[in-house]
């Protein structure tokens, strides 16, 4: 046994056998997919292949399109995996639209269509690209792979690439994920790191949409952001997505609608693809199902919505390295700056050259050296040696010492060069080079400013058309149970105490959702909270059941029992505000005695007065009396409460005799405009106090108005709200609009006369660009406005109910004042006149 141990740990310890080479072989393979094929290069931002392609492409630039098959072709002398991997990684950066211009059919990244194949379709480099990417002269070369050709180890690429397309890749053992960043933002970023000064960077797709980046952590490990399709209500009945996210197609976006129709978490007629120049999915509404629920469904169930956890990785210096998008930014900002450097010593080297050899030329000419061949010397040398001789007296002028090929090249001027020459020209080209050399030793000496033109320069040409797609916003958190739509019926058998979806036989009790909770309360006083399911065991005897409102501080429960303990009778009334699912909690006594002569669920805290009727065996003098729930404080669902009898109750002893009114104030609403949602959390605009019938007036800057009801589930239009408020139908509106045509500002008093709610109504007058300025409805408004600039501003303050009468909601109104671009308007409510206070009109 030992001896075949001993044999085994040879072998393992073999590395020239077969587990050696297994060993080997596999490090160097994640070795290779890591630096060769997955993982792009922090000097350049490309992967390999997309680098090879980029200088075959270079090769055979004459600015004219090529086929991109034979653009594959080219790029095979370089890339060593075949023309499909080539393929794919060219037609991924023509669709980038930065480096590559494309002609045909490239396939669409929103729908996902495919290019068409490669022999159709034509390609060149973009006029940026051969700005940025190429210089021969700072290009470290090797050789290619089968030692035939010269290729770039990395492009010197002056603009921060990677950041700009972004990257996706899968090596052995890790992976890469980089966003694609805005074009001019980038820059802008760039020249605020030159110049010392803090920046940020946000992922920008081509596709558009909206994206949260509040957890986007700089897009290192760890981080996410949330990307949402613009989702356009068209009307009550139909949605219009006109935007997919980054990542998805409309083809994935159409099937992920479907699947949660199909589940049951939405409910649409037909969802249909109209997408041409741009995107459009029409989601047709099932009949009497919220616009504004199934937006939010939208987000929460499908493709509308999704999260994306960026992983920058890139190799540094032959290493895989995970790094931030701030840091990859200064990186390509320090090696663009280096190349910059270079470029500015290669071009001031190529300056002195060409001084040093226009002067000797001119010292040769002008001096008549060039005589010197005329003469009878033994040999060559020997002119050369004359020549070298005759520019002693001359060369303190000169920056650097005379070589033999200095001389060489002199001698081998035209002969009709010389008998041509313009010594004055010769002394214009050494000025202009002089001033030349000036420059770019004032370039390198300012090194950053150059940068910063550098960048400014990118931007000015290439910037255009390339502004941010993708809107930044916060996203608001949606609960699943709150957009999920009532798929499935709940049925009870109150007898054996079971409730579930799968009792079909039993009673039916209402519609609810897969995601709801269930609360359940029995006669033997057990409350139970549950998730939906197909059959759950709750309790014999069950007397109500219902959907469970975490956090609910309103609905409030008025109980009777008897404590099974003592045989007396208490009365309660508390909130359920959480609990632990499926744990039971005894609100009588644990007793198996206890049991539950009335319960009631009350929305608004109301408190009735019961009519307990005793047995008719009891001891008491007064065998039936009134009991008054409003004398009771709501308290916690664990306490006893407060006795109505020691004497015991008939089974059926406590009867409803007047139905009680709410104990609870009004209930609060708040208006949070970042959101566009009504809520009860203190977020945003307090809107006041509202009963069950009271509703709420919103009016919308495009001149529209709408009553609406205290849905918390509703969107309210954020960007076009001007006023909202409980509404008051006493209450009269006064409203400030500009009427286009006739330039001028109308004004108009009316009182809101429709009832209908959650629909529009257009209360200016029609007209292209007329829009509401101003609006309130405070009894008597004071207009402050301000005209002119400087010199010629002027002020005034209008009292608007006595400018102008209250009039019908239809009226076109009265014209206020004369339309003038300095006009500035706001709402004035002076408590008192003060020496320097504008004159009032009206």
């Known amino acids: 046994m030992s001896a075949a141990k001993n044999k085994i740990t040879d072998v393992q310890n073999n590395d020239s056998g077969l587990h ?313 900002v320090d090696k663009t700056k280096d190349l910059l450097e270079q470029e500015l010593k290669i071009k001031l080297n190529e300056l002195q050259e060409k001084w040093h050899y226009t002067s000797l030329e001119k010292i040769f000419f002008e001096e008549k050296i060039y005589k010197e061949l ?127 979806t799968g009792l079909k036989k039993d009673e039916f009790l209402f519609d609810c959702s897969t995601l709801d909770d269930i609360i359940v309360f029995t006669k033997r006083g057990i409350m139970k909270v549950v998730k939906v399911a197909d059959k759950t065991f709750i309790g014999k005897e069950i007397l109500y059941a219902a959907v469970f409102q975490k956090n609910d501080e309103r609905t409030t429960y008025n109980m009777i029992y008897m404590d099974g303990k003592d045989g007396k009778s208490f009365a309660k009334r508390f909130n359920v505000t959480g609990v632990t699912r499926d744990k039971e909690y005894f609100l009588a006594n644990e007793n198996e005695r206890s049991k539950v002569h009335y319960l009631s669920v009350n929305p608004n805290g109301e408190a009735e007065i019961v009519r307990v009727i005793l047995t008719p065996g009891s001891k008491a003098h007064k065998k039936e009396f009134e009991y008054n729930f409003a004398e009771l404080e709501i308290t916690g669902r664990g306490s006893k409460g407060i006795t109505v009898t020691k004497y015991p109750i008939k089974s059926d002893g406590v009867k409803l005799k007047e139905a009680g009114k709410a104990t609870l104030g009004g209930k609060k609403l708040w208006y949070d405009d970042q959101f566009g949602r009504l809520n009860a959390d203190e977020k945003g605009l307090y809107l006041g106090e509202f009963d069950a019938e009271d509703k709420i007036l919103v009016i919308y800057n495009d001149g529209f108005y709408e009553i609406t009801d205290q849905e918390l589930t509703q969107k309210i239009d954020t960007e076009k709200v001007l006023l909202i408020e409980k509404f008051n139908q006493e209450k009269i509106v006064s409203a400030i609009y500009l009427d286009k045509k006739n330039l001028q500002f109308n004004v108009k008093r009316f009182k809101i006369e429709t009832t209908t709610l959650k629909n529009k109504f257009f209360f200016i007058k029609e007209g292209e660009g007329n829009y509401l300025e101003a609006v309130t409805t405070d009894d008597e408004p004071i207009l402050a406005v301000q005209t002119g600039r400087g010199a010629q501003q002027r002020k005034a303050k209008f009292k608007i109910a006595k400018t102008v009468e209250v009039m019908g909601w239809k009226t076109v109104g009265n014209k206020l004042l004369d339309y003038n671009k300095t006009v500035e308007m706001e709402w004035d409510r002076p408590k008192g006149a003060k020496d320097n206070q504008p004159e009032l009109f009206g």
């Not at 010269?150 to 603009?159: A, I, Q």
Request: hydrophobic share 40%; glycine share 6%; aromatic share 8%.
């Open 20 to 332: 050696g080479q297994y060993k080997t072989w596999f490090l160097d393979y994640a070795s290779y997919v890591i630096l060769e094929r997955a993982v792009p290069a922090i000097e350049d931002g490309l992967k390999p292949v997309q680098r090879r392609i980029l200088h075959a492409m270079k090769e055979m630039d004459d600015g004219r399109f090529n086929k991109v098959a034979n653009i594959i072709g080219q790029a095979m002398q370089y890339h060593p995996h075949g023309d499909a991997s080539i393929g794919d990684a060219l037609v991924n950066m023509g669709q980038k639209d930065l480096l590559i211009e494309t002609q045909g059919n490239w396939g669409d990244v929103r729908t996902g269509d495919d290019a068409a194949a490669a022999r159709y379709i034509e390609a060149r480099l973009s006029k940026f690209a051969l700005e940025v990417a190429f210089n021969a002269k700072t290009t470290e070369w090797q050789l290619s792979y089968d030692g035939r050709k010269n290729e770039p180890v990395t492009l010197p690429m002056k603009f921060p690439l990677l950041l700009a397309q972004g990257a996706d890749g899968i090596a052995v053992g890790l992976s890469t994920k980089i966003l694609p960043h805005n074009f001019c933002e980038l820059i802008e970023s760039a020249i605020k790191y030159l110049r010392g000064k803090k920046f940020e960077l946000y992922p920008d797709f081509l596709t558009g949409g909206m994206i949260d980046i509040n957890d986007y952590n700089h897009g290192k490990r760890g981080g996410k952001v949330k990307v949402r399709a613009h989702i356009e209500e068209i009307d009550k009945k139909t949605l219009a997505i006109r935007s997919v996210p980054y990542g998805v197609t409309t083809t994935q976006m159409m099937d992920s609608i479907v699947k949660a129709n199909d589940q049951g978490k939405i409910k649409i007629r037909k969802v249909t693809d109209n997408t041409a120049a741009e995107v459009e999915i029409q989601v047709d509404l099932a009949a009497g199902i919220s616009s504004d629920i199934t937006i939010d469904a939208l987000y929460k169930f499908t493709d509308c919505e999704i999260s994306i956890s960026p992983n920058a990785c890139v190799i540094v210096d032959q290493k895989p390295q995970f790094l931030g998008v701030q840091d990859l930014l200064k990186l390509s």
């Open 374 to 500: 005329e003469k009878k010397h033994e040999t060559w040398e020997k002119v050369l040696e004359a020549i070298d001789k005759a520019f002693v007296p001359f060369k303190k002028q000169l920056k650097r010492a005379i070589t033999r090929e200095d001389i060489i090249k002199l001698t081998e001027k035209p002969v009709r060069r010389i008998y041509r020459l313009d010594i004055d020209e010769l002394n214009e080209q050494i000025k202009g080079l002089e001033a030349d050399i000036k420059q770019v030793k004032h370039d390198l000496n300012n090194l950053v400013d150059f940068a910063v033109a550098y960048y400014e320069n990118l931007l000015k040409k290439y910037g255009k058309g390339r502004e941010r797609k993708t809107e930044i916003k916060q996203f608001e958190v949606i609960e699943a149970k709150q957009v999920a739509i009532a798929n499935t019926k709940l049925y009870i058998n109150r007898e054996e105490g079971f409730i579930g």
